[in-house]
């Protein structure tokens, strides 16, 4: 399903041809390093520049019978060079190109995602500032707490999401790491300054040190990087979801018309982007798990990373992709029910305003034990009552003493609220 709806230019970067063009250009640079030190003829450097290729399905057919898939490209290249293809892998072992051409790939697919991200914080930010001043209740324990509005909501998204992209190009910039340093990482058979050359030339940095690998705590980084994004889209996902509950209703995924709901219920509208979401970020969270029990390997290596990481990097990638393409359409495209946030917020009949009256109280020089007291007291007549907190606190003869009418008006007012909103959106950077 995936690989349906994810971008073709994320698709592209993990196919076969992609992953086989990738190889035989680190061996073709290699081959041009060597003869740039003077390790073999740059006549034959020039020779393998213009010849070098490879069919897709011959490599298949060489690998059928030599169970590797490196040897199997290498042999189908030499065919196509002739002699100077003896200079073809010279010094090299499988994981230099493996390695180097991940590295790759992840950097490409790196910046795949953080435009997506970067699209996200565009529309995040737009609907933040669009509804700065809308009021709805905020909840904790997932009870009525006090007013929030819904900018200021979808700003604290915004700025999570700010986050995420600096996670991810601090993550990018880990992976940005080749090797060409040989079986064991010595470069016993390969002058250091090739592998310099390479990464060079491929936008790499070369790594300081290597075993027949690169150590693979760079890998489970970025993939648990993956999976924070993702927890992050999951934790927005969830929100949307509770704020469409048929209770609540404030906020609603896009239906569209001819959309179906239930297969039994015509009357059904669900979250199913929402629901989507949460379900597919489990399985990049899940990946991260397998991408640090890849960490411990044997020695200078063995190759149980290696069918892991074939799994999880292209799907973590394409996936997370995938799902920030969707969250940025939930965002841009759901519906606000200004009139149900107004509902809510009346539902409990104002005792949300029990936290501003205690604290005029004890400015006043009221004893804060007491003055918990006597607002309690009052919402507690409140939920048991049919008038909001406010009656209840002006007719407490106890606040009377310290408040007077007026000054209950006062305090009880959402402006006291939202005085900060505007200038907590400009620090981020909402303008």
């Not at 002699?83 to 051409?101: E, K, M, N, V, Y």
């Not at 986050?163 to 601090?170: F, K, N, P, Q, T």
């Not at 080749?178 to 070369?206: F, I, M, W």
Request: proline share 3%; glycine share 6%.
């Amino acid at each position: 399903m995936i690989a349906r709806y994810s971008r073709p230019e994320m698709r592209a970067i993990w196919t076969e041809e992609s992953k086989l063009d990738t190889w035989l250009e680190i061996e073709v640079l290699a081959c041009e390093g060597m003869a740039k030190i003077g390790q073999i003829p740059k006549k034959d450097a020039v020779t393998i520049r213009q010849k070098a290729k490879y069919r897709v399905a011959q490599v298949h057919e060489n690998e059928k019978r030599t169970n590797h898939d490196v040897l199997a490209f290498l042999e189908e290249v030499a065919f196509h060079v002739g002699p100077a293809g003896r200079w073809i892998h010279q010094g090299l072992t499988s994981s230099d190109l493996l390695d180097t051409t991940l590295a790759i790939q992840t950097i490409k697919s790196s910046d795949l995602l953080l435009a997506r991200l970067k699209k996200l914080l565009k529309v995040t930010g737009a609907k933040a500032k669009k509804y700065a001043m809308m009021p709805m209740i905020g909840r904790s324990h997932g009870i009525h707490a006090e007013p929030v509005t819904y900018g200021l909501k979808l700003a604290l998204m915004y700025d999570e999401f700010r986050r995420s992209i600096a996670r991810l190009e601090e993550a990018k910039e880990q992976m940005r790491v080749g090797k060409l340093s040989g079986a064991v990482g010595t470069h016993a058979h390969l002058d250091p300054r090739v592998e310099q050359y390479v990464c060079q030339k491929l936008g790499l940095n070369a790594a300081i040190l290597s075993t027949q690998i690169i150590q693979r705590d760079r890998h489970a980084h970025y993939i648990s990087t993956l999976a924070l994004i993702a927890s992050s889209v999951d934790r927005w996902a969830t929100e949307f979801r509770h704020l469409q509950r048929t209770e609540v209703l404030e906020v609603e995924e896009y239906f569209a018309p001819g959309q179906k709901g239930s297969s039994a219920m015509p009357h059904k509208r669900n979250p199913i982007t929402g629901e989507r979401l949460s379900g597919l970020a489990r399985v990049i969270r899940g990946n991260a798990i397998a991408a640090m029990e890849n960490v411990a390997l044997w020695h200078e290596r063995d190759i149980s990373h290696s069918s892991v990481e074939r799994i999880i990097f292209p799907d973590s990638l394409t996936l997370l992709d995938y799902m920030l393409d969707l969250l940025t359409d939930l965002v841009d495209r759901q519906i606000v029910y200004p009139e149900n946030m107004k509902r809510n917020l009346e539902i409990t009949k104002g005792l949300y305003n029990s936290q501003s009256v205690l604290l005029a109280l004890t400015d006043k020089g009221m004893a804060r034990r007491d003055a918990y007291e006597a607002v309690q007291e009052c919402a507690m007549a409140c939920w048991r009552g049919d008038q909001a907190l406010i009656y209840y606190v002006k007719g407490s003869e106890r606040i009377a003493k310290f408040l007077t009418v007026k000054e209950i008006d006062k305090v009880c007012s959402l402006e006291k609220h939202f005085a900060h909103v505007a200038s907590t959106l400009k620090r981020l950077g909402i303008k």
